[in-house]
């Protein structure tokens, strides 16, 4: 069976501080990592990763896939009350043409002012 | 913001009655998904598809079936409710192609079942 672990599952920090969120795996024949944020309805999709090694940025969020320590981290810098939400990692595995993607529980952060 | 509405948004069943939750997507994408989301649990796969007609189950389908005749419409079907199915549903659609990985998920819909 398929298994994401995202750690921490909440975090409290003051604005400006920075923050890194972490997810691990443990699936068969991996294809991606996806990150999404999810505020108080659906989630949005941020990022998508494949290869190892290689960061993906947008703003003070950025994420980076390491394929042999099977993990992946989210980074939010300079953090600001707006980022509080759910952080949801989630793997593509498998094979065929059909894909489903299995979810961790999420990290829960909030930013106080 | 990907064209994917859920109806109704929010709905009080009893237990023992029947209950149909509505995708509908303006994307012409082909895969759409059904999850659950509760607390301590985190989003759950319960069935999703690769095309019209073309089903299959995720991780808790017991006690749901779907069906998909159209390409913008996938309705999930709780048969007989039970107060363990209540729930927030997201119904989510990805595309074919380098992008099928990326789902983007609909507002959601809050059953609760007494």
């Known amino acids: 069976e398929d298994k994401v672990v995202q750690s921490p599952l909440s975090l409290v920090v003051h604005e400006g501080d920075t923050v890194t969120l972490n997810c691990s795996y443990e699936?068969?024949?991996?294809?991606?990592l996806l990150w999404y944020k999810q505020e108080k309805k659906a989630p949005t999709f941020l990022f998508m990763l494949t290869s190892s090694g290689i960061e993906k940025k947008s703003g003070r969020l950025s994420s980076i896939l390491d394929k042999k320590e099977l993990s992946s981290i989210l980074n939010i810098t300079a953090t600001q009350t707006g980022d509080s939400a759910i952080y949801l990692c989630a793997v593509e595995a498998g094979g065929g043409s059909n894909y489903k993607l299995t979810f961790g529980k999420g990290t829960l952060l909030t930013v106080n002012p | 913001d990907a064209g994917i509405t859920q109806s109704p948004r929010h709905k009080v069943t009893e237990t023992g009655t029947p209950v149909t939750l509505r995708c509908h997507q303006t994307?012409?994408?082909?895969?759409m998904y059904w999850y659950r989301q509760d607390p301590g649990h985190g989003l759950r796969l319960i069935h999703y598809s690769y095309g019209v007609k073309d089903t299959d189950k995720g991780e808790v389908s017991d006690g749901y079936s779907v069906s998909r005749s159209k390409t913008e419409d996938f309705l999930l079907t709780l048969e007989s409710a039970t107060s363990s199915q209540t729930s927030v549903y997201f119904c989510?659609?990805?595309?074919?192609?380098?992008?099928?990985?990326?789902?983007?998920f609909g507002p959601g819909t809050r059953l609760t079942v007494l």
């Open positions: 699936v068969t024949n991996f294809r991606s």
């Open positions: 989510a659609i990805s595309e074919s192609g380098p992008t099928r990985n990326t789902q983007y």
């Open positions: 994307e012409n994408h082909r895969y």
